[in-house]
Structures are given as structure tokens and as C-alpha cells.
């Protein structure tokens, strides 16, 4: 199961909005509404900023938004923040190979 | 509040063994899934395994099936993720992380246990 393919980077000014892809395949991305997106500051565990293409846990800003069309889930973060600035991961439930998930390649968001 | 505690910094040498562990506090550990994801130095995250805390369902990723050994002691609400033979390719950070059954995401996550294996 190869992993699911994000920009390496992404960047934008503060206030501005900025998108991260992730593609897979019908087999993930495009077969389940089951894809997470996580955070990753330098040094930190990553933590869930959406579940289920769309929905946010209890805490996390609404500046967060997830989408998906067909193979491809997206993440939009609006009004950009430098507390923003992380690696971002994608996450899908697969049937392709165990153990039923598989990450993105990761997409590092720089705030200018 | 749901929370996991990873067991301390680890330095070995190649060939020794090695067992960390995940505590869970906070929730019914039967009624979950652990997950142990693999980040190697500057590079992204990697599903090692998942495990099933409710029976025996455990499932490796290919790329680790035979190289580690994943278990859980649900007396004590405590995951383990185990090396009989360490390289120094296993030098990386490990994660656990857990989802509810029924869900297919997974919240919260340790604070990760670092691995170095150097001669």
C-alpha cells in the first residue's frame, strides 16, 4: 500500500487560506467517508483535526474545514495562523493491504 | 480524559531487545483500538500495526509483519510494541494512538518514545 499522495509544502500569508490535497485511490480516499487529518508541530505528537472527511473534534478551531471529491480529500485552513505552521498528515481506512490505514506523504504549511 | 502515557527514551545496541509500552487512562480499554505508527528521523508517519483490545484481532503492515511484535496486557490498560533484535534502522520516534471501535480515527496519541540503536 504506497502512501497517499500530499504537496510537500504549502505556504501563505497570515489571514490568508490555504488548501493541502490528498489522493488516493477508490480503494481509500475515494471508497470511505473515513479520512482524518492530523497536526504535526516539530517535536510533538500529531493531533486530530478532522474526522470523518468533515467533522472537527471539540476544541479544534473552525478555521479548519475538510472536504473530499471523488479520490481526493482536502483540508482548508482559513484566516492563517503562525501557530498554524506544522507538517500536516492525512489518514485513510483502506482495503488494500492491513493494517487498514495509510497516511499521507505529509504537507509542511509555512506561514510567510 | 482519555489520555496515553508512553514508557521513557530508549538507547540500545543492534541485536538487543526491546519492549515499550502505552498506558491508557481514562476509558474502557476493551472497547478499543492501538495503533503503533513508525516516524523515522525527518520523515512522515508509518502504521506499524493495530490491535483490537475488545479479542485477538491484530493486524501488521506488511513492511513490519515479523520484525516487531505488538501485544497488550489489558489487566493493566497497557499496550506493548516489542523488538527481539534491534537494527539501527529501527532508529525513530514510536507513537500510539487509539480509536474507538466503530470509529476510523484515532484520538489521542502518546507523547511518542524515541529509539535509537547505535554501536
Known amino acids: 500500500q504506497s502512501a497517499l499522495t500530499q504537496p510537500a509544502s504549502v505556504s501563505g500569508s497570515p489571514g490568508q487560506s490555504i488548501t493541502i490535497s490528498c489522493t488516493g485511490t477508490?480503494?481509500?480516499?475515494?471508497?470511505?467517508?473515513?479520512v482524518s487529518w492530523y497536526q504535526q508541530h516539530p517535536g510533538k505528537a500529531p493531533k486530530l483535526m478532522i474526522y470523518?472527511?468533515?467533522y472537527r473534534p471539540s476544541g479544534v478551531s473552525n478555521r479548519f474545514s475538510g472536504s473530499k471529491s471523488g479520490n481526493t480529500a482536502s483540508l482548508t485552513i482559513s484566516g492563517l495562523q503562525t501557530g498554524d505552521e506544522a507538517e500536516y498528515y492525512c489518514?485513510?481506512?483502506?482495503?488494500?493491504?492491513?493494517?487498514?490505514?495509510?497516511f499521507g506523504t505529509g504537507t509542511k504549511v509555512t506561514v510567510l | 480524559e482519555v489520555q496515553l502515557v508512553q514508557s521513557g527514551e530508549e538507547v540500545k545496541k543492534p541485536g538487543e531487545s526491546l519492549k515499550i509500552s502505552c498506558e491508557a487512562f481514562g476509558y474502557t480499554f476493551t472497547n478499543y483500538w492501538i495503533g503503533w505508527v513508525r516516524q523515522m528521523p525527518g520523515k512522515g508517519l508509518e502504521w506499524m500495526g493495530i490491535?483490537?483490545?475488545?479479542?485477538?484481532?491484530?493486524r501488521y503492515s506488511p513492511s513490519f509483519q515479523g520484525q516487531v511484535t505488538i501485544s497488550a496486557d489489558k489487566s493493566i490498560n497497557t499496550a506493548y510494541l516489542q523488538w527481539s533484535s534491534l537494527k539501527a534502522s529501527d532508529t525513530a520516534m514510536y507513537y500510539c494512538a487509539t480509536a474507538r471501535d466503530g470509529t476510523t480515527y484515532f484520538d489521542p496519541w502518546g507523547q511518542g518514545t524515541p529509539v535509537t540503536v547505535s554501536s
Open positions: 477508490s480503494s481509500d480516499v475515494g471508497g470511505f467517508n473515513s
Open positions: 470523518d472527511v468533515s
Open positions: 490491535m483490537f483490545l475488545g479479542d485477538t484481532d491484530l
Open positions: 489518514n485513510s481506512y483502506t482495503t488494500s493491504s492491513t493494517p487498514n490505514y495509510v
